[in-house]
C-alpha cells in the first residue's frame, strides 16, 4: 500500500529473533474456522498449512516453545460478547475448537484458551510468556483482520516484540488481508513471511518489515 500523509511517518524497525526470547503463537486454526462442517469456515485454510509448519517446525529445532491458542465458548451464556456479532461457533468441548490435525498440535506444548478475538485478553498468556522469559513472538493464523490483529495489538500493549508472517495468516478478504498487514506493519511490529522467520529462528538472521510502504 501507499503510505498516507499520517502512516509515513513510521520508524522499520527490524528484529532479530533469539530462540531464547521468542515463541510462536498459532492463533484459531481450529476446525470451526479451517475443516468443512465447521460453524464458520474460512475458504483456502489449505494454503496456511505448510508455510506454518515449516515456522512451527523451525520454532522446535531452535527451541522456542510453540503456543496453540482455542477460541472457546461456554454453552448458556445470557450474552456471549462474540456471537452478539458473530454466528454461534467454538462450542467448548466439541470438536470445532480442535487444532487442525494438519499441524500437528502436541500436548505437550502449551494451549491457551480465549473466549474473546485477543489471546491476551483475560487469558492467561501475558503471565505465561513472562514466565518462560519470552519476550519476542512470532504470531499467525486466522483470521488476520480479527483474532490475528487483536492479539498482535495486545501484544504490542504489554511489550513485546512481534512479528507476523503474512503467508501463514488469512483475512475475510484480500481488502481486510492488506489493510490489516500494512497498520501492523506501521503501527505494531514488523510483517515478513515464513522462509525469512524460519532462517532468523535458524540462524538469528534480521528479519526487516517487508510491509514497508512505497
Not at 42 to 67: M, N
Amino acid at each position: 500500500m501507499t503510505a498516507d500523509s499520517f502512516s509515513s511517518h513510521r520508524h522499520d524497525g527490524n528484529i532479530r529473533l533469539d530462540p531464547a526470547r521468542a515463541a510462536v503463537i498459532v492463533v484459531d486454526m481450529v476446525n470451526d474456522f479451517c475443516k468443512p462442517g465447521g460453524a464458520m469456515v474460512l475458504p483456502g485454510y489449505e494454503a496456511l498449512v505448510a508455510p506454518q509448519l515449516s515456522v512451527i517446525d523451525a520454532a522446535r529445532k531452535a527451541g522456542a516453545p510453540v503456543i496453540w491458542v482455542h477460541d472457546a465458548h461456554r454453552r448458556n451464556m445470557r450474552r456471549d460478547r462474540e456471537w452478539v456479532k458473530r454466528t454461534p461457533h467454538c462450542v467448548e468441548g466439541t470438536w470445532g475448537v480442535e487444532i487442525i490435525e494438519d499441524l500437528g498440535a502436541r500436548d505437550d506444548e502449551i494451549h491457551i484458551i480465549k473466549r474473546r478475538y485477543s489471546a491476551f485478553f483475560q487469558t492467561d498468556l501475558d503471565m505465561t510468556l513472562k514466565d518462560m522469559l519470552v519476550d519476542q513472538i512470532v504470531v499467525f493464523g486466522v483470521v488476520t483482520n480479527i483474532c490475528v490483529r487483536s492479539t498482535v495489538h495486545d501484544a504490542f500493549f504489554n511489550g513485546y516484540e512481534v512479528v507476523v508472517p503474512s503467508d501463514c495468516c488469512a483475512a475475510t478478504g484480500p481488502r481486510e488481508q492488506e489493510s490489516s498487514l500494512y497498520d501492523i506493519a506501521t503501527h505494531f511490529g514488523v510483517v515478513s513471511d515464513a522462509a525469512s522467520v524460519t532462517q532468523a529462528l535458524h540462524s538469528g538472521a534480521v528479519l526487516h518489515n517487508l510491509n514497508a510502504a512505497g
